[in-house]
């Protein structure tokens, strides 16, 4: 061959690996982007607890994509965030540095509007399925979306940094070392936590995660559960409940030893995780409350 040719074969060999390449990444599962395997554990654990006209108002508003995994289109709020603009301060509570949550404190986006909260956002989705019946509220409102945001944002106020201090953003400016990774602590409870407990405990299978989780609903918490499901006063949802409960699981855990620039590594890793289970139990238990008091 002369240099020419050689030179072809070359750029053909070199075409090809990025082919390859590109088919191999297409192949291969997905490496999620993490709150998607947390949301998919609340969904899951909330599915399995689902009553019989639960389960069929779910599957009536669930888009035919999701083939009737409410697991899968958990995340989807998260998708849409940047193309629904207006939805994105609905995923978290700003509070003050002193550990408490008010609802009407801290309930509302940065110009101030009442309401734009993950708190105000449960009460109004669980508001639109409850009123699903009325012919004028379904022309009014996507109640497929309503779903899908509910089931979303049950997860977010369970993560204890979604209820965070405004000063950092709920973690997002503390940036940190996750083993030897550069991390944000916002992350870490999102997404770092979970990875890791899933590669070093359940072979990387969210469902084995997902079933170690459901053992303790029915043993170790079965006598907490009750509580968790109800709400005072006989209401549909609680929100009030679980960003309180946040706020202060953020204190007591996830800010707690923290400054800019810690290692985190086994001490933390280790004293979190049951923290981290737990709020994925209660979400799960609690998405699934609220549909069953929705759907009857
Ligand atoms: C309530 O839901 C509607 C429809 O998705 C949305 O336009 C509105 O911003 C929501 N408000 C809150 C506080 O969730
Ligand atoms: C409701 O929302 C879903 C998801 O965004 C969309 O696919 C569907 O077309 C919407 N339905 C109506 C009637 O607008
Ligand atoms: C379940 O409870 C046991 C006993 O407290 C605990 O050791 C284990 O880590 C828990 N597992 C999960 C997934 O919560
Ligand atoms: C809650 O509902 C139960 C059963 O329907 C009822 O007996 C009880 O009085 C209600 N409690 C309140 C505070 O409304």
């Known amino acids: 061959m002369n240099s020419l040719s050689l030179e072809m074969a070359d750029c053909k060999m070199q075409i090809m690996l990025v082919l390859c390449s590109f088919i191999l990444l297409a192949t291969l599962p997905p490496i999620y982007g993490w709150g998607t395997d947390g949301h998919s554990i609340v969904c899951k654990i909330a599915q399995s607890r689902l009553s019989d006209a639960a389960v ?167 006598d907490e559960v009750k509580r968790w499901e109800t709400c005072s006063l006989n209401k549909t949802a609680c929100p009030d409940i679980y960003a309180s409960e946040g706020i202060k699981a953020a204190c007591d855990w996830a800010y707690k030893g923290v400054q800019q620039e810690s290692v985190l590594e086994d001490d933390y890793f280790l004293s979190r995780l049951p923290i981290v289970n737990r709020r994925l139990a209660q979400g799960g238990v609690r998405l699934a409350a609220t549909l069953n008091r929705i759907f009857g």
């Open 56 to 222: 069929d108002a779910v599957k009536e508003l669930l888009p035919k994509w999701a083939e009737d995994d409410l697991g899968s289109v958990c995340s989807w709020a998260d998708q849409v965030k940047f193309r629904y603009r207006w939805s994105s301060p609905l995923h978290y509570i700003n509070t003050p540095e002193i550990c408490t949550y008010q609802y009407k404190r801290d309930c509302k986006d940065e110009d101030g509007i009442a309401g734009r909260c993950v708190a105000g956002a449960i009460n109004n989705y669980t508001s639109q399925l409850l009123t699903s019946n009325s012919a004028s509220n379904k022309a009014q409102n996507n109640l497929t979306e309503a779903l899908l945001f509910l089931s979303h944002f049950m997860g977010d106020i369970h993560q204890p940094l979604h209820v965070g201090f405004a000063d950092d953003k709920g973690g997002n400016t503390i940036d940190v070392h996750w083993y030897k990774r550069k991390a944000v602590l916002h992350h870490v409870w999102d997404t770092n936590i979970i990875e890791t407990a899933e590669e070093r405990f359940y072979d990387l299978n969210v469902d084995s995660m997902v079933d170690a989780i459901q053992q303790n609903i029915t043993s170790e918490w079965a």
